[in-house]
Structures are given as C-alpha cells and as structure tokens.
C-alpha cells in the first residue's frame, strides 16, 4: 500500500472539510450562505496560496467554478423544473384520485398501495412534490376514517425517500454520485443499474412500514388539529350610554388596548363610513368585527355595545344564541421550498389581501414545542412551517387549486388542467431517451425542459421557483470540497487510512463500515454534501484493496440516501414532521430500524452482485 504524507494545501482542505460539515448542521445558518462561505475561503486560499509543484499549478480557484457547469447539476435542475410541470399541470391526479378511493374502502390495504405507488414515482421524480400531492390524501382519509393520520405520513414519506434510490433520477443525490464517479473516470452508470438490489431490500422495507412502523408510532394529533372554527364574524352595535357613544374610533381602539379588528362601519343600510381615527361613533351605529367568542364578549362589555351575529340582528348573542361562522372553515397551509411564503413573512407576502384567509396560529417545525410569539404576520416562515388558516371555503379551494401552496383543508381536491397528458408525455421522453441511452439525462432533461415551456406545460415563473438556490449552492460547494480532496492527494490520505485501520476485516466488512459511515453523516449533514465527499474516497478505498469501485460508489448512493432517522436529514421529512404532529424521537422510533434493515441488506447483496 503506497504511503502518502499530506501536504499544508491537504490538511487544510481537510480541515475545511470539517468546517463545513459543522456549517451545514447549524440550523440558524442557511444552507446556501454555508455553502458560500466554503467557497470563498476555497477559491480565496488557493488564488492566495497557489497549490504547485515543479513550477506548475496543479490546482487552481478556476477549477473550483466547475461545479456551476457540472452535467449532473444541469441534470439535476432541469428535473427539478420537469418535475413542478407534472405538479402544476395535476398530471399524476388520476393515481391520485385511485389512492383516494382505496382509503375510503380498505385503509390498510390502501397503506400499501400509497407506500408503493410513492415509492415507484420517487424513481423517476424528486420526491417532494409526490409527498405534496399524498399529503392532503392521508390527511383527509384520516378525517373521514377516523384513524390517526400520524401513524401513515412517516411511512409514506420514508417510503419514496426508499424507492428514490433505485434509479439514476430518483433523486439529486444519485445523480450527482454518478456524475461524479464518470468525472472520475469510473464505469458510466446506466438509469437501471442497480435497480436489482434496492428491489429486493427496498421490498423488505416497503413491508416494514407497511406492517410494523404504524405500531411503532404513537397517536400524534396534528398540531393544529381542531376542526372548528376560531375566528368568528360578529356584528358590534352601539349602545346609547355606552362606552362608544360619542367616542372616536381611536379612542374605541385605545380602549381595547389596539386588539379590535374592525372591518367596516355602517351607519345606515346604504350608508358606510371610512375607518378614520377621527370617526365619532353614534347609537346605533355597527362595527364589523372578527375575532373568538371570548374577545368578542369582552368587547362588548368594555365597550358597552351589544353583540349580535354576522347574519342575525334580531337576537343578541348569548347562551341560547351562540355566535354562528357560516361557510367559514380551517385548513393548514404547509410552508415548502419555492412557494410564495417561504423566507417571508405574512406581511411581506400579503397574504390575507390576497387570499382572503385570516391566520390564526403557526406551528415551527424546527422548535415544535416553542411558543410563537409577536406578530404573526411579521415572522419569517421557513419550509415546514405550519400556518393555520380560517376562511370561506371558495377562499381555501381558490388557494389549493392556485398549486402555489400545500393546503391540508381534509379534501382530495387536486388542480388537473388540460396539459396534464402532455406533461406525462413529455417527461415519459425523458425517462425513456435516457433509459435506453438515446441521450444522456442531462440532455433528455433539458430538452423536456424546453418542451414544457413550448407546450405551455411550464411558465418561466414556476421554472423559476423549482429550482433550490440550497441544492444548488450546497452541490457546487460539495463538489468544489471533493475536487480539492482529490487534487491535493488528501482522499487517497483518508482511504489509505481507512484501509488500515480495517485491514483485519474482510472487503464485505469494510465495504459495510463505509456505507455506515455515510449513513451516519447523511443524517447528520446534507446527503448531496456526503455524496459529493464521500464518492471520491470511496473510489480511493477500491483502488487500495484493488477491487472493483461500482460496489463502493453503491455504497455512498445508498448510504447518503438513507436519511431516515432525523427529520432534518431530508426536506420531505420536515414536512412530514409538521403536518403529522411528529416528534423528533418518532423518526428515531421508525427510522433506526428502517436505517438497520437497509444497512444489513446492502451489506449482504453487493458483495454477491460484485463478486468481493
């Protein structure tokens, strides 16, 4: 085994290495500001500290902006705009519409069917958008059917992180690993390759949270599970005598400590008055207001008004009349990556003007159990976040159907538009052109691309908001990082000591520990970052024991894809974690077991495919 010592340019590439791995933990940084940062001090260091040997330059900042022209990049952000196509234009409604039906009939055969048909739509697609569309289904059969929805979300998204492994597409991070190793000069993958292994143990795992994960779950209520209305419409008249009477409407305000919500003032029948703090209040007056049973009651009684409801002005509210909120409904709106609330606030967004919704309450998904405090509409959302929402019915249709926001309101209501049958047309080209190696994916998918926005499939706007600034930031960086590994000799440094260290264990064994290794890490930071790190060192350790590399290169694809047990290994996770009312110790409940079954059964089927 050849030794190598490395040099100040590898221990400090090394050194950054772990910085951002540390980076990329740290929730209150963005992803893509991490991922900046470790590109600076790369292209900075080497531009300042020029890496060369015999008077030539081995490696140089230039080289570091490769990864922004990277082909599985390219790949990578042309699937993500195809797939918002097939997510805009409702085209996988049908399926959809099937797994709706089968809830209402036979729900735990229903369970497998949405495990499986999840599963096999994760191989050609990213899986967020189907964790989208299966979201509302499981939480309105859970409505109706009465079963708790906490114990099928989990298994449902586990579920197509699971079947995103068996194809070159199935997800970022196998692109990305496949590109990769071809940079590297190992075997060119095909889109099927290993779709054989991830069968046969993907198949095990399917049955697991089929039959055993919803026993492992405990009845989580959704955070925001009441069904009924909070906020109600009312109407506050002005009393002769009372509080109001001949007060200004900021002095009414002022009264009410500035917690009154006045929607309009009306005098007569035809007479509306403008909400000026000027406006002298007279008896008989009536204040539009929307607010809880409790708020209103207290209005009354601070003001000296008589409360009546929105539509009956003949009886008073109280005990025999209790306040009514006709037509008026609750949904929760999940906050995910690309829709018009995510890194914004209510305010900035607009939201109440322009959906006509009123938010009562937001549920964090990162700190579930902490009060959300100040106004809400000045808080900054970020994906997973869970916003409750009341209004009219049209109002939350009109939301769901606009396709730019996941609405959980218990209905199977999906958008379907006629460009639905192009839009699977088209993407069966591109999975088929690359399947069958009439083109490269990168080229199948940006021609798919290119027939989207022709056909009117896709508008630029929705391409737009597809695609991830922290996918791409974070795979340009990563790339950058297992460029400089290789180039200063720091990879073969780390597989050479790998080697050794487990020297007395057979190849299958070490071949096992590594992919553990990158289980472990794609838990803990990104899985495109293992990836990119981990796919270099893994050739490194082939070459060292002199066997082939594909099994090792599986390995990494395998062991960064399985981000089961946090809920911050995988984006679709965290939608899951809010709208399902998990706790972070439920992924640990499920995606321990779920990670050791996988672990094993790759452990065990590589070495008999690859012959180690």
Known sequence: MQAITPDAHGIAVLVLTVVALFLFTRDRIALESSALVILILLVAGFSLFPYERDGSTLLGPIDFFAGFGNEALVAICALMMVGKALETTGALQPLV???????????????????????????FMNNTPIVVLLMPIIVGASLRSKFPVSGVMMPMGLATIVGGMSTSIGTSTNLLVVGISQDLGMHKFSMFEWVLPVAIVGGVAILFLWLVAPKLLPDRAPPMGDTSPRVFSAQLHVKEGGFADGKSLSEVLAKADGHLRIDKIQRSDSLFLAKLPSVILQPGDRLFVKDSPENLKHFEQLLGAT?????????????QTPLKAEGQQLAEVVVTRGSPLHLRSLAAARFSTSYGLMPLALHRARAPSSQVTGDLNLIRLRAGDVLLVQGSSEAISSLKDSGSMLVLDGTTNLPHTHNAKRALTIMGFVIAAAAFGILPISVSALVG?????????????????????????????????????VGTG??????????AAASALPTPMILSAFMLLMTLMTNVVSNNAAAAIGTPIAVSIAQQLGVSPEPFILAVLFGANMSFATPYGYQT?????????????????????????MWIGFSLIL???YTL
Not at 472 to 483: D, F, N, Q, S, T
Not at 490 to 499: E, G, N, P, Q
Request: net charge neutral; hydrophobic share 60%; with cysteine.
């Open 97 to 123: 519409t099937i797994v709706g039906r089968a809830w209402s009939s036979r729900p735990v055969l229903a369970l497998l069917v949405t495990l499986v048909a999840g599963a096999v739509l994760s191989a």
């Open 307 to 319: 409360l009546f409801n929105i539509s009956d002005v003949e009886h008073p509210v109280d005990e």
């Open 449 to 485: 691309l290119g027939l989207m926005i022709a056909t009117g499939c896709l508008s630029w706007r929705d391409a737009g908001s597809a695609l991830s600034i922290p996918v791409v930031m974070i795979i340009v960086a990563a790339l950058a990082l297992g460029k400089a590994l």
């Open 490 to 499: 720091m990879a073969d440094y780390l597989a050479i000591s790998f080697v």
């Open 573 to 597: 996770n965290l939608l899951i974690l809010s709208a399902g009312g998990y706790k972070f110790s439920d992924f640990l409940r499920v995606g321990i077991p779920l990670t050791i079954i």
């Open 607 to 609: 070495p008999v495919l």
